[in-house]
């Protein structure tokens, strides 16, 4: 079953303006992480913002917030005042407590996001 | 820069070869992941290692293999390539339970 799911593969959005990116996600387990990675053409995964499913406010690092609907499972990240250089793909993932400590991350599909000059 | 550092950035091999790719962890970070991301896709989890063994394994056939060294660098094997191996690989070192950090990957070609 898909567990991370981002139904928007290609975004565009005028440089200066806020844009949503797309996440859902489907988990039994009440303990998880959602993170939200951005990777340029050349491929580095570049950590944006992370939100643990027990944190009562929504999580932001400067340009970006996540908002987290938790009954909607939803984890939809958004850019304010979009720049050139935020064109990029993007993927939401999410981490498990029933991984143990494993680590390991589920990716969805990705988004593309082009800002547009 | 994330700390993450990962050779080589390019490899082409031909079927049947085998391969390693190296990872040099963020310092203080004693968990590397190592995971592949096909053309188009999100990355999938291969394995983690922590203190030098292997603790988390994906969905990946066993001549994927790696090892993880006292200075946690770690290394990533994959015997008797196939055409689908074909792929960015990258590792991704851990520290806090809400960090994890990538390095540049490997882009890996099998002919």
């Known amino acids: 079953a898909q567990k991370i799911t981002q139904t928007q593969p290609g975004m565009f959005v005028q440089e200066k303006e806020a844009v949503t990116l797309d996440c859902t996600y489907d988990?039994?387990?009440?303990?998880?992480?959602l993170f939200w990675y951005k990777q340029p053409s050349s491929g580095e995964m570049i950590f944006l913002i992370y939100?643990?499913?027990?944190?009562?406010q929504n999580a932001t690092e400067g340009r970006y917030s996540l908002n987290f609907q938790k009954a909607r499972k939803s984890a939809n990240l958004v850019i304010s005042a979009s720049q050139l250089g935020d064109s990029a793909m993007y993927f939401c993932?999410?981490?498990?407590?029933?991984?143990?400590?494993?680590?390991?991350?589920?990716f969805g599909q990705g988004t593309t996001l082009q800002v547009k000059p | 820069e994330t700390g993450v550092t990962q050779s080589p950035t390019h490899l082409i091999k031909t079927r049947g070869q085998q391969v390693t790719l190296r990872c040099s962890s963020q310092?203080?970070?004693?968990?590397v992941s190592w995971y592949q991301q096909a053309l188009g896709q999100g990355p999938q989890f291969i394995f983690q290692?922590?203190?030098?063994?292997?603790?988390g394994r994906g969905n990946f056939p066993p001549r994927f293999s790696g090892l993880q060294f006292p200075n946690y660098s770690s290394e990533l094997n994959v015997n008797a390539l196939e055409l689908d191996d074909s792929a960015l690989y990258l590792c991704?070192?851990?520290?806090?339970?809400?960090?994890?950090?990538f390095g540049p990957g490997t882009r890996l070609t099998v002919l």
């Open positions: 991704a070192s851990r520290g806090g339970h809400n960090e994890q950090f």
């Open positions: 988990t039994s387990d009440p303990s998880y992480g």
């Open positions: 939100q643990g499913s027990y944190d009562q």
């Open positions: 993932a999410m981490r498990e407590a029933t991984a143990g400590n494993t680590g390991k991350l589920i």
């Open positions: 310092s203080g970070h004693n968990t």
């Open positions: 290692y922590y203190r030098e063994e292997e603790n």
